[in-house]
């Protein structure tokens, strides 16, 4: 698995090369974004580690950048940000997880094991669909089609909550059910779950506010709705 770092402390990214290449990883690193997406371009890293903190363009602006020129990169947050709006703000663009500095070397190791996990667990889903009602998933192409609507792309983490949801149909999930199957019980705060629910609402309810797919059931979870 090849990584990329991406961090404009020069010797933090050292480290975290140095960590992550004892467990066998090929791990590279770019000091400013503007680098990183030359050497992305040259060759897409199966996971970033990015830094939020830098001059001219922050981690956070650097990942939706990402995201609008289409790459779908599994990315990890490494930084010093450790507020929940910053940690919801990195969620809600797309983050695979969120670690905060100073961080234990056996933790960035274990929640790095973890992404990559969840990768491989998706990259083996089956090409055949899952249909509720007016909702049919494609897991393996990341797709979603609702009725006569265009198609809608998912991230690899939105693809895993939704059919989660889909495959108990007319049953609420909690929010541990979620974390233990899309994380591996990884990350042991739910706001991260709630994050996902929102994130899909925006991209299949009409009103994401009043949803008729994935509605909340007050203290205990989320159910798939078929319509």
Known sequence: MYILVVDDDRFANTLVQFVLSKEGYEVETADNPRGAMQM???REPDLLILDVTMPYINGFEFSAKLRAEGYEIP???MTAQDTIEAKLQGFNIGADDYICKPYNHQELVARVQAVLR??????KVGNQSIRGGQIELFPAELKVVIGSRAPITLTPTEMHVLRTLMNSSGQVVNRDQLL????????????IVDVY???LRIK??????????IVS???LGYKFIVK
Not at 118 to 123: F, L, Q
Not at 204 to 213: I, K, N, T, V
């Open 217 to 219: 059931v007050r203290g």
């Open 75 to 77: 990315l990890i947050f």
């Open 180 to 191: 233990a199957e899309v994380w591996n019980d990884n990350e042991n705060n739910s706001n």
């Open 118 to 123: 969840r990768i491989k667990k998706n990259s």
């Open 204 to 213: 299949l309810e009409l009103d994401a506010d009043r949803p008729q797919y």
């Open 197 to 199: 629910i929102r994130r």
């Open 40 to 42: 992305i371009q040259k």
